[in-house]
């Protein structure tokens, strides 16, 4: 089933040209990955999935972006969309408080202040992002006391937190070190029985090692859209093909 | 070559004599101070300067209590900040993160003009406006309340400053983190942002403690300076700095001295004050 409709959808930041005709399905308990060279416009299109172009002044986007068949720019609520297309950030932003807060910070903001309903969601996530384990004992402690990697992980965690439908992941992993993408690859993979996911990544290999469907994009205009192993193996547009193997990018 | 030397070696001396300069005021004016005040604290006794009620220097014999201006000093302080910290972080953060532009344009020099105004204009404010609204409305006049009012305007500019570039100091990254959870924009900001600009925050709130504090002109103006531990918010009180101004003019001996030891007081609540911003200084450095 498919889970985001992207049906002719164009976005201009004032005079510039950023996404041109977009036509996209991405599938629900899925993982979705969108390559392209820098500026491509692929992180723009993930940033209008969850409405964060807003922030962007002279932002505009014309066309439809459906999440199940409902137009996420309509009359849909942008808390409740951003409540249910969570979003994890190229560089870890965990805010200043403790790890249980972190986590708590989410279910707080959407009624649940029951100590003991938060207690279970904290508990739950942290095991659902595979990172109870080392945190446990660490819950009360300051989340910028963690590594990289680790706070990475909690920023899973505390989007996980509000129960969204899709996860996007904006370059997750780019600032991490090879073991810590490891983990969070293990755990995209994992999540995918649960959630859909769509990520960003500089890195092919990344998107071969974890994603069913890739997009490839170049200067704001989606070339190729298939099966990740396609893509990969037999790419139907030259410049997809010049890209995957390193050609250009 | 050896001309270049020379002129480093003259401007690093010129350097230094300005940085001595400024520390070297605040030592003569902590000599100064201790010097004259200490004598007088010594022979009235710490406890029945410090913990006396009476204050009547031309009694015969005087006695040299100043706990009703202690009090008095502390209760106008806490007022101001009771009145000035709402009023100026809510402005800080309205300033920060909700101002349009060409508001802003107009709304920060003007919170910054009402640092520039003098303190006497202040008193004439509150002579003039304050003290006759609070006299028809609640009775009294001159009092705690009428102070604690307008040291509280008067701080607002520092705790504004200062909490404001707190607020702008906390990375974007929060605010984003926080909307990407579906939180309101209102959510976000006082949810996410200023709990990571407390430390700040806290410190324009200590700076402006300080300024309270100390303040004199406006205060001698409308706080009615009876010497007295006010018992409701529209008795008239008299701070420690009033207290000096008031009496320093006809004051001789130990009367005199008494009125700079009474500084000296003055003078540590301050460095008290300081101290702890330092604290807080120090502490969010190392937590960021």
């Known amino acids: 089933m498919d889970k985001f409709t992207i049906k002719n959808m ?4 004032g005079d510039f040209h950023a996404l041109k005709n977009v036509e996209l399905n991405m599938q629900e308990k899925r993982i979705t990955a969108f390559i392209g060279p820098s500026g491509c416009g692929k992180s723009t299109l993930l940033k209008s999935l969850n409405r964060m172009n807003d922030l962007v002044e002279g932002c505009k986007i014309t066309g439809d972006i459906k999440l199940n068949g409902e137009d996420i720019y309509g009359s849909m609520d942008v ?3 951003r409540k249910r297309v969570g979003m994890v950030f190229q560089k870890a932003n965990p805010f200043p408080m403790s790890v249980y807060d972190n986590i708590a910070f989410g279910p707080r903001t959407h009624g649940i202040k029951n100590k003991r309903e938060l207690d279970r969601i904290v508990e739950e996530t942290l095991r659902d992002a595979a990172i109870w384990d080392e945190l446990k004992d660490r819950l009360k402690k300051s989340a910028l006391g963690l590594s990289g990697g680790q706070q990475q992980r909690l920023c899973i965690a505390r989007a996980l937190a509000v129960k969204p439908e899709v996860l996007l992941m904006d370059e997750a992993t780019s600032a991490l070190d090879p073991v810590s993408t490891g983990k969070i690859e293990e755990l995209c993979l994992r999540l995918k029985d649960k959630y859909t996911i769509i990520m960003v990544t500089h890195n092919m290999q990344q998107a071969l090692r974890i994603s069913d469907k890739t997009a490839f994009f170049l200067l704001g205009e989606m070339i190729e859209y298939n099966d990740t192993d396609l893509i990969f193996s ?5 410049r997809t093909e010049e890209y995957i193997t390193g050609r250009f990018g | ?30 000599i100064f101070l201790f010097y004259n005040g200490v004598p007088a604290i010594t022979e009235i006794g710490f406890l029945n300067f410090v913990g006396g009620q009476k204050w009547a220097p031309t009694n015969v014999p005087a006695s040299y209590g100043i706990l009703n201006m202690i009090i008095g000093s502390i209760y106008v302080t806490a007022g101001a900040v009771v009145v000035g910290v709402p009023i100026g972080v809510l402005t800080a953060v309205f300033l920060a993160r909700f101002c349009p532009a060409p508001l802003y344009k107009v709304l920060k020099p003007a919170t910054e003009l009402l640092a520039g105004i003098p303190s006497i ?20 006049g001159s009092s705690l309340l009428a102070a604690s009012f307008v040291l509280g305007i008067m701080i607002l500019p520092t705790i504004i400053g200062v909490s404001e570039s707190a607020i702008r100091a906390v990375p974007e990254s929060y605010y984003e983190g926080a909307l990407a959870l579906g939180a309101t924009r209102e959510r976000s900001v006082f949810k996410a942002i200023l709990p990571a600009s407390k430390s700040g925050i806290l410190a324009g709130v200590v700076l402006g403690t300080g300024r309270a504090i100390g303040e004199t ?35 001789t001996g130990l009367h005199r001295q008494a009125l700079i030891a009474t500084g000296v007081v003055l003078f540590v609540f301050i460095l008290i004050i300081t101290l702890s911003m330092q604290a807080i200084k120090s502490r969010s450095e190392k937590y960021g």
């Open chain 1, 10 to 13: 164009n976005l201009y930041y």
């Open chain 1, 79 to 81: 808390n409740i969309l």
């Open chain 1, 234 to 238: 037999s790419p139907q547009d030259k």
């Open chain 2, 1 to 30: 070559m050896r001309l270049n030397r020379i002129k480093e070696m003259a401007m690093q001396g010129v350097f230094l004599l300005t940085a001595i300069t400024s520390i070297a005021a605040v030592v003569l004016i902590c």
């Open chain 2, 121 to 140: 204009v202040y008193g004439f404010f509150g002579l003039m406006v304050i003290v006759p609204f609070i006299r028809e409305h609640f009775g009294g």
């Open chain 2, 217 to 251: 002109m406006a205060v001698i103006l409308i706080a009615g300076n009876q010497v007295q531990i006010p018992s409701s918010l529209t008795d008239g009180v008299r701070t420690l700095t009033a207290n000096i101004v008031l009496e320093m003019g006809y004051s």
